[in-house]
């Protein structure tokens, strides 16, 4: 397992994770996190999940038009588990922690897939979702993907950028520098704080019928 911390190429010990701090370094990358095995049991869950096409979420196409048509299904209970079982990390405890007068934590992830045509819109995160029983929505705290394919070739596209902000540009919209090119590898995970810039490069026609395989979601809080 390696850990890959801050910009790119600048590599930590698997050690190193346990001093590691989202305050000081707001995208973690850990290559290798999962092992052949485990993304195969991940890969066989996913083929038996029930996939949501984008084209049949309304809601979500309307905030990422022409990102093609990937699809999303619901993690099972075996499968979550294991999930969170190996996101036990201080790293995230320790960030999710730092924030003041949490009434409730909550984690939510979900199955995605990604083909040719392919690609999600540049955004920040920040669209909060909606109030639930009279209460605010959960704020997201920290945004997480991690990769279950069996293969992918560097030509496939599918990369996830992440940028830093420098303000507004003269149209209006944020003025965007990129400080992270991440390939979807096999078995990496990727963390960063939120709100933080970024989005899925679409995947190229060279993929075939490879898809993107991935596991993305949040950690997330509420306040009073």
């Known amino acids: 397992m390696k850990v890959v911390a801050g910009q790119v190429g600048q590599a930590r010990s698997v050690a190193g994770l346990e001093n590691f701090s989202f305050h000081k370094t707001p995208v973690l990358v850990i290559e290798n996190f999962w092992s052949a095995d485990e993304r195969g049991q991940f890969r066989e869950a996913m083929a ?25 299904a619901e993690i099972a209970q075996p ?3 294991l999930l969170l079982s190996r996101l036990e990390l201080p790293c995230i405890q320790q960030y999710i922690e730092s924030f003041p007068n949490i009434t409730r934590r909550h984690m939510g992830f979900s199955y995605y897939s990604y083909g ?14 909606h109030p639930t029983g009279g209460r605010p929505a959960p704020r997201r705290r920290i945004a997480l993907v991690s990769y279950f394919h069996e293969e992918w070739d560097c030509d496939w596209g599918g990369e996830l950028m992440i940028y830093a902000s420098g303000g507004e540009s003269k149209d209006g919209k944020p003025d965007l520098a990129i400080t992270h ?7 990496s995970l990727v963390m960063f704080t939120v709100p933080r810039f970024h989005r899925v490069c679409r995947v190229d026609q060279t993929a075939g019928d490879h898809k993107r ?5 949040w950690f997330m809080t509420e306040h009073a």
């Open 48 to 72: 038996r999940a029930n996939w949501n096409q984008l084209q049949e979420m309304s809601y979500v196409r309307q905030d990422f038009p022409n990102s093609g048509n990937w699809a999303k």
């Open 181 to 187: 090119c991440i390939a979807p590898k096999p078995g």
């Open 79 to 81: 499968q979550g588990r």
């Open 116 to 129: 040719a045509g392919d690609c999600l819109l540049t955004h920040d995160d920040t669209d909060q979702g």
């Open 213 to 217: 395989l991935s596991i993305a979601g």
